[in-house]
């Protein structure tokens, strides 16, 4: 009977990862004590989670995952060490393309939305790895420069779930080489964890400052001596943020009450470039409930990709600066100007920020050809099952869920005659609880009936527009002609669309609203004899622009 319980025991971890589901619990609370020694590149966790059963049954088993270079030590309930598998799980949530997971198996069954509180404890290493990108075929050299993750003597920083796993998750397998899979499996997880909260203490055994995406709440110099620095932050939307933190010998430059810079040795002059583009960046949201300082952090790769997430943006602070990078001083500063419960008005309103930037500099062809830039993300993800579960209210964050966003924000723009920002003077986070809740304040502030675009484009997934020019008629008066055009929209999704009546001199534009699956006449007189109408400029995202254009001709009479 001994090799059964050999056998039980070698094939325990299997039978436990197969029945596991991995995202029936969301996490609700994190407090741990994290202590690093950027010297051996080392990190060491212990602390407490809460995990709630948001599934519809009983779980006996639960899954919790961090990076690869990272090993489990304990897990305790009610201060009891706790039966855990652990094994590796291939995942690209992390930048070593695995994680190692624990399948823990609790003591008692946790109920629907019932919790569990767990003592945890692990460590390893963080370096450099970019093994998930050169397994799809990046070169390493390149590849570096997005995976700059790591922890090391001279700096060290790490970025949450999407890029190292360094604190605790639970998601199913993703792979970079399976289209959106891991956009997706991090979206899921923004979602579940939209409510979560973080505590952190920290701990280095380097001299140099610690900063982190959170609020601070304590930081001094620890007087032991084998510990340098401590510093404890709290982050109350998880689901949001990205958790980022950074170790590193700064100097500062405050471009002005709100604004930051920090730099190394020698940066002075490109830090004061940054600074004053900091200053000079016209806010590209209204603070109306407080403000928080927008820190950018240098980074020792000159080449290194920019990140962002709340009040901190990492970029290497190369001169002269770059329209890119204005981009993403543009981004982080309207990312933290308006606070919403929901991704796509916070998100989406980021990036309707820079593309507000691009045509307040002078470009509005620019603008546009940005948004028709991104089309290709929407009419991708549309030719896959729509509806209800992937309506903006439910769409996990993620590339789709940004572009949409942008998108709406821009068509409300040209819908309402004004800024919609103006209505976020009123809008505020606290009372954000019913999806209506934006879509009211605009009616309120603008006079409009907005339900029918909310219904298409935020609500639900209808698809998106597809326009084309049903019926012409070309009629002689005698101030030139008067033109009868009928617009079909072959899509699912409503909106006003520019449309622009080209003559043999000049050219009118118009606006029309078609309904989806709806057409919509208008009559428009034309000075000079109408050659061609050219439907949307770029500004509302088709699934098909092939048919956007119509050539008049001689057409005198109605044309089917």
Request: negative net charge; glycine residues 6%.
């Amino acid at each position: 009977m001994k090799w059964l319980w050999i056998f039980w025991i070698l094939a325990w971890p299997l039978f436990a990862s197969a029945a596991v589901d991995r995202e029936a619990f969301t996490f609700t609370n994190y407090d741990l004590d994290v202590r690093i020694e950027p010297e051996q590149h080392r990190l060491a966790v212990r602390g407490k989670i809460i995990l709630r059963n948001d599934s519809l049954t009983p779980q006996k088993n639960l899954s919790l995952q961090i990076s690869s270079s990272l090993d489990w030590r304990s897990i305790k309930v009610d201060g009891i060490p706790v039966d855990f598998a652990s094994q590796n799980y291939a995942s690209d949530i992390d930048h070593t393309g695995g994680l190692s997971e624990a399948i823990v198996a609790l003591p008692t069954p946790v109920a629907p939305k019932n919790t569990v509180e767990l003592e945890i404890g692990y460590d390893g290493v963080i370096v450099q790895d970019a093994t998930r990108l050169v397994r799809i075929g990046i070169p390493e050299n390149i590849a570096k420069h997005s995976e700059w993750d790591e922890i090391r003597k001279s700096f060290s920083g790490v970025r949450g779930i999407g890029y190292v796993t360094w604190y605790p998750v639970a998601v199913e397998s993703a792979s970079l080489s399976e289209g959106t899979s891991v956009e997706a499996a991090i979206g899921r997880w923004k979602v579940r964890e939209s409510e979560a909260a973080m505590n952190l203490d920290f701990e280095s055994t380097s001299k140099s400052d610690i900063y982190f995406s959170g609020t601070p709440s304590l930081f001094s110099i620890n007087a032991q001596a084998d510990v340098a620095k401590i510093g404890a932050f709290n982050l109350p939307r998880l689901g949001i943020d990205v958790p980022t933190f950074v170790i590193a010998d700064y100097q500062k430059l405050a471009a002005d009450d709100h604004s930051l810079v920090f730099f190394a040795s020698g940066q002075e002059r490109a830090a004061k470039t940054y600074g004053d583009a900091l200053v000079s960046v016209e806010p590209m949201l209204p603070v109306s409930h407080g403000s928080e300082n927008v820190r950018i952090f240098s980074l020792p790769d000159p080449d290194a990709a920019p990140f962002v997430t709340t009040g901190m943006l990492l970029m290497p602070l190369k001169s002269p600066i770059t329209n890119d990078a204005m981009l993403n001083i543009v981004y982080a500063k309207a990312f933290i100007s308006v606070k919403s419960p929901r991704t796509w008005i916070q998100d989406g309103l980021a990036h309707f920020a820079q593309v507000l930037f691009i045509e307040q500099e002078g470009n509005p062809a620019a603008a546009l050809s940005y948004l028709q830039s991104h089309q290709g993300v929407l009419i991708a993800a549309e030719k896959q099952l729509g509806g209800d579960a992937r309506s903006l209210i439910n769409c996990p964050d993620g590339l789709y869920l940004q572009t949409k966003a942008m998108y709406i924000w821009w068509m409300l723009r040209d819908m309402l005659g004004t800024d919609p920002r103006l209505a976020l003077l009123d809008y505020k986070s606290t009372e954000d609880k019913d999806p209506t809740y934006l879509q009211r304040i605009l009616e309120k502030t603008t006079k409009r009936d907005l339900g029918w675009f909310f219904d298409d484009w935020v609500y639900h997934d209808r698809g998106l527009p597809d326009f084309r020019v049903s019926y012409v008629n070309v009629a002689p008066i005698s101030s030139g002609y008067l033109v009868t055009i009928t617009v079909e929209n072959l899509g699912g999704a409503g909106a006003e669309v520019p449309l622009t009546l080209k003559m043999q001199e000049g050219q009118i534009d118009k606006k029309v609203e078609v309904q989806g699956k709806s057409k919509a006449t208008l009559r428009i007189q034309a000075p000079s004899k109408p050659m061609e109408i050219v439907i949307n400029d770029g500004s509302v995202p088709e699934s098909d622009t092939s048919n956007n254009t119509y050539e008049i001709g001689e057409v005198k009479q109605g044309v089917q």
